[in-house]
């Protein structure tokens, strides 16, 4: 059943239209991956679907046509969007960027089991509560963001780049853990991703996007054997 | 000694008045990005307001107090929604604009409404002084410097402890990211030019008990509580505090023991103050230089 279905969306930044009627859906449970060259329309997508970009088409979230809402409102329904660079501040404890994550949650309880639950994931963070999350490294942002996306317990995770600027074993061990989310505990994904290779290993289908435009999308495993993409993102 | 301590304890208190400014200049400068010059005569407005009540209304002084902070909060979030809002996506440059705009609109309309001339605004605390060891203190002043205390520890508590107050840090430091956690950001935002405004009534009120109420006696008081902020960082609150705290007994120390520069040059003397920080440490004493990695 579908989760998150958008229907000929499209999006600009003043005269610069970014997306020229994209399609595409999300279902319960499942995780899907969005690739594409640079300015291909990929964060607008994420954008788009969190609110943060002026839209037009129809963006359906839960039976919800939320392509008017505002972002706040959106995030309330379920949707956690971790931005490109993460969104951390670096002002505050590690402890206060997670508590955020849950801030407007009104079950106490419930908040408690999802920060026990995300602890779990990233043991690190527990002994790093107090520190400036400025200080962590790339790494740990990039795990902070995902702990707190997990305490605000989404129904939807949108990931905008996760590996960039990481090295390949911490962005193995991020995936791994987006697996486990995803196939363990059944959350549904969507993730921008420029290394095709891990984000289809991790996804059960992908869009590709060309210039603001759907080219072609395909569950993970036949995307991986397509010639174009291997030759295009993947590299062999 | 015992003249020093006095001076102290004098200096304190104004620095009190200062320190309670200060703060809501800073949550507003956290907030909003600009320094609102406009924030001691919404103090002064609402010290008129607080004085009808006790003086036409028969209000005790107390009750007029609390009803005031109540108008004050309400007024802030009204002028955020009103007067400030509407210019969030203009320059920063545009909005200091539009707060001395209400400067000058909160200081006619006061003239206007309660007229020119000097009234008198009591005290809560007794006209009385004990003796310490041979310093002379003065009820009222350490009435003021409890009141100013308490309402710093107030509001650091709610930044501190509390959900509303990480949501309103949050929004101050990162609106966007902030809305995509479900934050609300400008009802924050709001509430936060309410407790300014509520801060500006406390330095209001303690400021009037000191000297006399007219619809320009905060224009000075704003004057140190800035150069007071500027001093131990306009970005830190603790700063601002002690930087405020600081000024207000440096300048009651100052008229005592350099008479030549304490008594007619203070003004000049705190702008300067304020000159040489901005110069040699823009981000003030206590300003924290944030650590970022990539």
């Known amino acids: 059943m579908a989760l998150l279905e958008l229907r000929d969306v499209e999006a600009s930044y003043g005269p610069l239209k970014a997306l020229h009627g994209i399609s595409l859906v999300v279902d319960e449970g499942q995780a899907v991956a969005i690739l594409g060259a640079n300015g291909a329309g990929k964060t607008t997508t994420l954008r788009a679907i969190s609110g943060t970009v002026q839209t037009s088409g129809d963006i359906v979230f839960d039976g919800k046509r939320i392509g008017r809402r505002a972002p706040e409102s959106i995030a309330r329904l379920g949707i956690a969007h971790v931005p490109e660079g993460r969104g951390i501040y670096g002002e505050l404890s590690v402890w206060e960027n997670m508590r955020l994550g849950g801030v407007v949650r009104r079950d106490r309880n419930g908040m408690k089991q999802d920060v026990e639950r995300a602890f779990g994931y990233f043991p690190r963070l527990r002994e790093r509560l107090k520190q400036q999350a400025g200080t962590l490294s790339g790494g740990e942002q990039q795990m902070l963001a995902l702990a707190r996306a997990l305490v605000s317990r989404p129904r939807l995770l949108l990931l905008d780049e996760p590996s960039l600027g990481l090295a390949p074993v911490i962005v193995r061990e991020f995936f791994r853990i987006i697996r486990a989310l995803n196939q363990e505990e059944g959350l549904a994904v969507l993730v921008v991703e420029q290394n095709a290779k891990i984000a289809l290993a991790s996804v059960q289908h992908a869009y590709l996007l060309e210039v603001g435009r759907v080219a072609l999308d395909a569950p993970s495993t036949e995307l991986e054997k397509h010639e174009g993409v291997r030759a295009s993102y993947l590299g062999y | ?294």
Not at chain 2, 9 to 35: C, D, M, P, Q, S
Not at chain 2, 202 to 224: I, K
Not at chain 2, 265 to 273: E, F
């Open chain 2, 1 to 294: 000694m015992a003249n020093f301590f006095q001076h102290v304890i004098a200096g304190l208190a104004n620095g009190g008045v200062y320190a309670t400014l200060a703060l809501a200049l800073v949550l507003i400068h956290r907030a909003t990005g600009i320094l609102n010059f406009a924030q001691g005569e919404m103090g002064m407005f609402a010290t008129y307001i607080a004085w009808s009540l006790i003086n036409s209304r028969g209000l005790t002084y107390w009750l007029a107090f609390t009803i005031t902070l109540a108008l004050a909060f309400l007024g802030g979030a009204a002028v955020h929604q009103a007067a400030i809002r509407p210019f969030s996506h203009r320059s920063e440059l545009t909005v200091v604009l539009v707060t001395i705009a209400l400067l000058g609109i909160f200081n006619g309309a006061a003239g206007w409404i309660w007229g020119p001339e000097e009234k008198f605004f009591q005290s809560p605390f007794p006209l009385r002084v004990f003796d310490v060891g041979g310093v002379v203190i003065n009820e009222q002043d350490l009435g003021a410097i409890g009141v100013s205390l308490a309402c710093v520890a107030v509001v650091f508590a709610l930044f501190r402890y509390t959900r509303l107050g990480l949501q309103m840090r949050a929004s101050a430091l990162a609106p966007e990211t902030s809305r995509l956690l479900g934050i609300r950001v400008v009802p924050m935002l709001s509430i936060g030019w309410g407790l300014a405004a509520m801060l500006s009534a406390v330095a209001g009120m303690m400021a009037a008990q000191a000297l006399v109420l007219s619809p320009n006696y905060m224009l000075l008081v704003l004057t140190y509580a800035f150069a007071g902020a500027v001093l131990g960082g306009i970005d830190s609150p603790i700063g601002a505090v002690v930087g405020a705290y600081t000024l207000g007994v440096g300048l009651s120390l100052l008229s005592e023991y350099v008479p030549s520069l304490g008594s007619s040059l203070q003004l000049p003397v705190a702008l300067a103050i304020l000159v040489l920080v901005l110069l040699v440490r823009p981000a003030g004493l206590f300003g924290r230089v944030v650590v970022r990695r990539v």
